[in-house]
């Protein structure tokens, strides 16, 4: 699947504007999760993993800090989460471990870049396929799932797009691919 069937233009073209050096092909192959380290890398991002944070990430100008005694899935997910920031054109943010000290407006920038963050690694072109492909896989009827196997399709998609389990149920309910059937 290429890239731009995956993201629109538009959003390619946003990315693209983050730094004028940098330059993500419209027209890549993507094989597997989306690579966000190698988006990075294009657009000139450095990434540096450090040994022990106060959060999980942050971003300052090009540079970007992740905590490296972090799970991977949640690197990704920081890693991410500090190109939302600059997606917003915020180029100093510190991800806090209690975000009871934030602003509103802080706030506000955290719920934009976990958003962004979901929906960059689990885009819903790839997540509604990756859904299909589980309940073919598992010979099952999508229209009658009992809780385990939807638990067990969340599961094998988490580790089809390389996020956590809990991270891609998130993103299932948000993009409403279950719904639960009416009581008669």
Do not use: W
């Amino acid at each position: 699947m290429k890239l731009n069937e995956i993201f629109s233009s538009d959003f390619i073209s946003r990315l693209n504007s983050l730094n004028k050096d940098g330059h993500v092909n419209p027209n890549e192959e993507v094989e597997g999760p989306v690579d966000v380290e190698r988006f990075l890398k294009e657009l000139n991002f450095q990434v540096h993993i450090e040994k022990q944070m106060n959060g999980s990430g942050k971003i300052s100008n090009n540079d970007i800090f992740i905590d490296g005694s972090e799970n991977r899935q949640r690197q990704r997910f920081s890693m991410a989460h500090e190109l939302g920031h600059a997606m917003q054109n915020v180029r100093y943010a510190n991800r806090n471990d209690d975000s009871s000290d934030y602003s509103s407006e802080d706030r506000q920038d955290e719920v934009f870049a976990n958003a962004f963050a979901a929906q960059f690694l689990m885009p819903k072109v790839l997540v509604s396929r990756g859904v299909r492909q589980a309940i073919s896989d598992q010979h099952l009827d999508g229209r009658h799932l009992q809780m385990a196997e939807v638990k067990s399709i969340i599961k094998m998609v988490a580790g089809q797009l390389d996020v956590s389990t809990m991270a891609m149920k998130y993103r299932i309910d948000n993009l409403g691919i279950f719904v639960p059937a009416e009581d008669k």
